[in-house]
């Protein structure tokens, strides 16, 4: 059996909110794998436990850029150790200018970024200038470089969450609708298909094991699971969704109603994925008393 340790018992409870004590006993059911153990939590508390996912971990901006016929495009994520380095003129200036020289020079990985031109300096060479400006590590995390099928619009929320859309036949005011939309519900995918398979099993082992406990008969377990499962593409596909501007109408009629229809989108938010250094300064002050 996996050793369980306090700092996994803290990182399951700030994934989840759920009590200590539950989260230990998870982690000792799941054998030390977390996942797991976020799974069986979820079965014990409902989806609350499943908060990590839009969890912040880092900090930074997120940049866009759409040329101006509207059919290239670029997201880029660029991370930085402080909020107060994000806020910084210089800092939101290079990433933007980045977005800017992925579309123009038509870039298509970070370390092909790194050697590109601007201003007669290499992306590399600013970065460092930069660093030395403000102290603080910075690097250009992930980006993505789009050709549009239709037209691109993009919604940057606080400079720390992005979305960028690829439009058919649709016209400025409901692209940057539809964009403000996914920044706000945040969909997995535009409809079932684009749901990965394993996404959708862990819903039904978490709703069969809910059924089970709530002592619902064994011949209508797989009903319950699939009107659960059917619920929750429902609110994580983006057509079904009702439009966050008018609840009554869902994106997919908005759509229809526009003669419109969506190719790809892409959402980014700072850090996501990224797991943040958590300082244990009551430690580190008993640890310097005994010193």
């Known amino acids: 059996m996996a050793e369980i340790t306090a700092t996994m018992v803290m990182k399951l ?34 989806n609350k436990a499943s908060k990590a996912a839009g969890r912040i971990a880092a900090e930074g ?38 977005a800017q020289t992925i579309v123009e020079k038509d870039v298509g990985d970070i370390e092909s970024l790194s050697s590109q031109q601007i201003d007669n300096s290499s992306v590399e060479e600013l970065r460092t200038q930069l660093i030395g400006k403000i102290g603080e ?6 980006f993505v470089n789009l050709k549009a099928k239709g037209s691109l619009y993009s919604y940057i929320h606080g400079s720390k969450l992005g979305v960028i859309l690829d439009l058919e036949s649709g016209n400025e005011e409901l692209g940057k609708d539809i964009a403000m939309h996914i920044a706000a519900t945040k969909p997995k995918a535009i409809d079932k298909s684009g749901v990965e398979t394993e996404i959708i099993e862990t819903e039904r082992r978490v709703a069969i094991e809910k059924a089970k406990e709530a002592g619902k008969p064994e011949d209508m ?20 969704q009702p439009f966050v501007k008018d609840d ?15 190719h790809s989108f892409n959402i980014y938010i700072v850090g996501d994925g990224i797991e943040k250094k958590e300082e244990d300064f009551a430690s580190e ?6 010193g």
């Open 221 to 240: 377990l797989s009903k319950i699971a699939e009107g659960s499962i059917n619920k929750f593409l429902k609110e994580i596909t983006l057509l079904n």
């Open 137 to 142: 590590n910075i690097s250009a995390r992930r």
């Open 248 to 262: 009554k109408v869902t994106i997919d009629t908005l759509l229809k109603n526009n003669n419109a229809s969506i």
């Open 13 to 46: 409870r700030g994934q989840t909110d759920a009590p200590m004590m539950d989260c230990k006993k998870a982690l000792i059911e799941a054998d030390g794998d977390m996942s797991r153990a976020e799974e069986i939590l979820r079965v014990r508390f409902g």
């Open 61 to 98: 901006v997120i940049s866009a850029f759409i040329s101006k016929d509207g059919k290239s495009g670029s997201l880029l994520e660029v991370n930085s150790e402080t909020d107060f380095c994000a806020k910084n003129e210089e800092f939101i200036n290079f990433s933007n200018k980045l």
């Open 285 to 290: 002050v008993a640890a310097a008393s005994k």
